[in-house]
């Protein structure tokens, strides 16, 4: 029974925030990594790119939900994203012309398209918080809890009980299908083709004829779409305010060079590395021990490593190993 107890406390404290915090972080690598595949330079602007979109996709919330119309028990923010992408990509869009297209046109070095895109990180910074303002926001509204603890107590007899937030899955099922698609549309559309060539050569694309403005415009927008739609199951999940995703770029970024640079696979996986490492290593594991060990193994402390303050901390210490030691990543992708 305590080895069923033990398994519970990890899988409620652990496990599936893990993993639903892997999945947000996966689809926030994907953009930055196709950023880096296709355009050539790394993206400091993403984490904000991420909260314009959700800013646009709660107030279109708020304004849904003004109207009197909701989901039942899903978020009424589903009926948002749409906005939140369309508000997103218009943005990106027009960074890109006003912007990057200059840049591009003049084959500048990528560590110059990395300095500009700082400068455009903190234009986004403030337009966000001037918009919504910089306090936290929360959004969510529907059935909090798949499951909660009580229920699972009295359904199971175990002295500890399971909690699943609706977020939860609800993140786990929109980053599949958002994954399937994605995989779909670039090996199986001419379009996606086509970026995965002027990926793999620029020149040799150029010469078959693609079209590198085009390209240029569809990364956009599926980099929009994907911001947009981690920065709202984020912000469901947990809550919303713009420095939180200025804060989540390091986990984001340590997530696409884990995996691989340019490799859609290993920012996946880099997600789930960075987000089970960070709540590993942050977790107080005594309630979980208790019921592993025998009592007289049993830990007097909280067997916490780091605390959870310095999080993001764990991200940038595998951020440097792995540039260290396999500058390439788990996917052997493009070296930084």
């Known amino acids: 029974m305590d080895l069923l107890n033990g398994l519970v406390a990890l899988a409620n404290f652990v496990l599936i925030p893990a993993t639903a915090y892997g999945a947000q972080l996966a689809l926030g690598a994907l953009g930055v990594t196709l950023i880096y595949g ?71 070095a990528p560590v110059i398209l990395v300095i500009v895109s700082m400068g455009v990180m903190f234009v986004y910074n403030g337009l966000t918080r001037f918009i919504i303002g910089p306090d936290e926001q929360r959004f969510d509204d529907g059935a909090r809890f798949l499951i909660n603890a009580r229920q699972f107590k009295e359904m199971t007899g175990l002295d500890e009980g399971l909690a699943i937030r609706s977020t939860q899955v609800l993140t786990l099922v929109t980053a599949v299908v958002v994954v399937a698609a994605l995989f779909w549309f670039l090996n199986r559309t001419r379009t996606g083709k086509s970026m995965r060539a002027y990926s793999d050569n620029e020149d040799l694309a150029l010469l078959s004829g693609i079209d590198p403005e085009r390209v240029v415009r569809v990364t956009w927008l599926i980099v929009a779409g994907l911001a947009t739609i981690a920065g709202v199951l984020y912000g469901l999940d947990k809550s919303f305010k713009p420095f939180t995703y200025f804060q989540l770029l390091l986990p984001i970024f340590a997530a696409a060079i884990v995996g691989g640079l340019g490799s859609p696979l290993g920012a996946i996986a880099g997600g789930f590395v960075i987000a089970f490492s960070e709540v590993g290593i942050t977790y107080a594991w005594k309630k979980v021990l208790e019921y592993m060990l025998p009592e007289a193994l049993e830990p007097d402390g909280l067997v916490q490593l780091l605390s959870t303050e310095y999080k993001f901390a764990v991200s940038f210490v595998i951020l440097v190993i792995v540039l260290l030691f396999r500058p390439t990543g788990l996917f052997k992708g493009k070296s930084v």
């Open 38 to 108: 296709i355009l050539r330079f790394s993206n400091f602007a993403h984490g904000d790119t991420m909260a314009f979109g959700t800013m646009v996709t709660i107030l279109m919330t708020w304004g849904i939900q003004g109207m009197g119309i909701s989901l039942g028990p899903l978020p009424t923010a589903l009926l948002a994203i749409p906005f939140g992408i369309l508000g997103c990509a218009a943005l990106v869009l027009a960074t890109d012309r006003a912007v990057y297209r200059f840049y591009r046109a003049q084959r500048v």
